[in-house]
């Protein structure tokens, strides 16, 4: 079946470094993901829809300048989490969708902002 | 707006019992909803679509019922076992993506 990969798993760094976070469809060509984030004990929220090879849209409310999204390939977007803060601090999860109705989402990154 | 509620609090139960988690929607008329399960510090995991034209789904111990004219989804674990112990989403076509309920803890003893 249709594989998401997402690295890192965990991250932790210090506040007003940049993080980067890799999503990859492994078996399949993805020419939109998503990126969302998750709070404890609550539903994903979408950041934003990643498209390869043009801009992303961002979801109101969501910092474009603060979370850059590139999608440079069918297979491959990235979320840059930058001048992080502890606000950042959550759970990023990526999806792409494999087929008409399936949606496939990456294990997550805990992103901890010391 | 439109707005996807599932049971906020854990549902708990006993090993061998059926579980029914609830999945109710307002100002949807979704052609398809589906069900997630997640796992702590894990991404979602697809488990069942069930169509607008389908009353009823069926996978293994899995079953899932949609009302469209009640807007609401019921998914059912039956035979559960303690390792079906997880957070259940709901999810809805939304205008690019996925629209998920805040999800129900399900928690299974032995």
């Known amino acids: 079946g249709a594989v998401v990969s997402q690295h890192p798993s965990r991250v932790i760094c210090k506040s007003g470094t940049s993080v980067k976070i890799e999503c990859r469809s492994l078996?399949?060509?993805?020419?939109?993901m998503f990126w969302y984030r998750q709070f404890p004990k609550k539903s994903l929220m979408l950041m934003a829809t990643?498209?390869?090879?043009?801009?992303?849209?961002?979801e109101q409310g969501v910092e474009k300048d603060k979370f850059l999204i590139n999608h440079a390939s069918l297979t491959l977007s990235t979320l840059t989490v930058t001048s992080a803060h502890p606000e950042d601090s959550s759970f990023y999860i990526c999806?792409?969708?494999?087929?008409?109705?399936?949606?496939?989402f990456g294990s997550g990154t805990r992103l901890t902002v010391v | 707006s439109q707005k996807i509620e599932q049971n906020s609090e854990a549902l708990n139960i006993q090993e061998g019992k059926t579980a029914t988690l609830t999945c109710n929607y307002t100002n949807y008329s979704p052609a398809y909803l589906q069900w997630y399960r997640q796992d702590p510090g894990r991404g979602p995991v697809f488990l069942l679509l069930?169509?607008?034209?389908?009353k009823e789904k069926r996978k293994e111990r899995l079953k899932v019922t949609f009302d469209t004219t009640l807007k609401q989804s019921l998914f059912h674990i039956t035979a559960s076992q303690p390792a079906d112990s997880a957070t259940y989403l709901c999810a809805l076509p939304g205008y690019s993506t996925l629209t998920f309920g805040k999800g129900t803890m399900l928690l299974v003893s032995p």
């Open positions: 069930i169509r607008e034209n389908e």
């Open positions: 999806s792409a969708r494999a087929d008409s109705y399936g949606y496939t």
């Open positions: 990643s498209n390869e090879g043009s801009k992303a849209t961002y």
């Open positions: 078996d399949f060509q993805a020419t939109t």
